[in-house]
């Protein structure tokens, strides 16, 4: 029986992920942020050494149509429908490998209080636990990219629809580990009358 | 009765979604970039039905190099490159090439109603993994994901993300490997 402390578990992840960011090497992100007219919902995009990362706001009625599809209870499609929840496309844009690990990452607070991104592996096991079988949609936790190589899936951060929150993410390649964040990022509004 | 009618509201749904996913969702630039394995691997074997209920079995396709790629309608890359899977289907036809697209955990209905909105309906075999069995044997991490299998039946190519199948660079990695 594989049993953990989730909270245990959280500090060491938040601890470890801390200390890692700290040792890598830190770049200034050049991010670009684009409103969508049509929905009013903001992207934010930054590329550097050969990794892209966009993250899209995403509604909560979107994410709830997204899950109802897949039959998930209620109960599960409103746990994650109340995180905030961004589609988000990495893409490997060098010309040789890239891994990054959604475990390393981690978010800032609006009271500059740091913690890790929930991973996919960490939802997967709470779904199995409501007796869901479907394991797709969700930003993959550790993926190899070879040249060429992209993805899609939603990253979910759990802070309050109102705050905003940095971003701060990790990659490796050529066995040297790289940080990027996109700052100042918001959540989508829960209905679009609360669009400015 | 019933049936039509779940079909037409499920397609409408599909429409809905892609719309909205096209306004929300910027769509990257597919490329058409394989990756070579450095050591290729046994390509595991399978068992899966079609939408028609028909059993196709992985050695049927023994001797023949198949592009197998890993999909769900919902998946918006997937649904992008599945006409440059069927054009590159047709451009190889009665050569000892073929396209299998493995569907995700979806019926197949849906997967039916998909193919109503496309202009043109694959004619390539679609299987069904509906409790994704096969993509955890081939360790698909996302959708789409796809792999070319050579004729000894062994995954020489990867490409994980949305691809253009039928670029004249991917048609070579294949020839290639037809006359292996």
Known sequence: ?196 | MSKIITLIITTLCLQLTAITLHAEWQEPELGYQLNPLVKPVEAPGFTLMDMDEYEYDFSEYSGKVVLLNFWATWCPPCRREMPSMERLHQQNAGKDFTVLAINQMEDADTVFSFFGVLETRPTFNILLDSDSKVSQRYNVRGLPTTYLIDKQGRVRYSAVGGREFDHPEVQKIIDALMQE
């Open chain 1, 1 to 196: 029986m594989n049993c953990t402390n989730p909270l245990r578990s959280g500090f060491i992840a938040s601890l470890l992920a801390g200390l890692t960011l700290l040792a890598a090497p830190l770049h200034a992100t050049d991010v670009s942020v684009h409103k969508n007219l049509q929905t009013g919902l903001l992207t934010w995009t930054s590329e550097e050494k050969g990794f892209s990362i966009e993250l899209i706001q995403l509604m909560p009625d979107f994410v709830r149509a997204v899950y109802s599809k897949h039959d998930f209870p209620q109960k599960e499609i409103e746990h994650i429908a109340d995180y905030c929840v961004f589609g988000s496309i990495l893409k490997n844009t060098s010309e040789q490998q890239l891994t990054y690990k959604v475990s390393e990452w981690t978010y800032t607070d609006a009271q500059d209080k740091t913690h890790p991104v929930k991973s996919k592996s960490q939802w997967l096991q709470e779904w199995r636990k409501a007796g869901i079988t479907f394991s797709w949609t969700l930003l993959p936790d550790d993926v190899v990219f070879e040249v060429g190589d992209w993805q899609q899936g939603f990253t979910t951060i759990k802070v309050p629809r109102d705050q905003h929150f940095d971003l701060n993410y990790r990659w490796t390649q050529d066995d040297v580990a790289y940080t990027g964040s996109l700052n100042n990022l918001s959540c989508a509004p829960a209905t679009l009358d609360q669009l400015q």
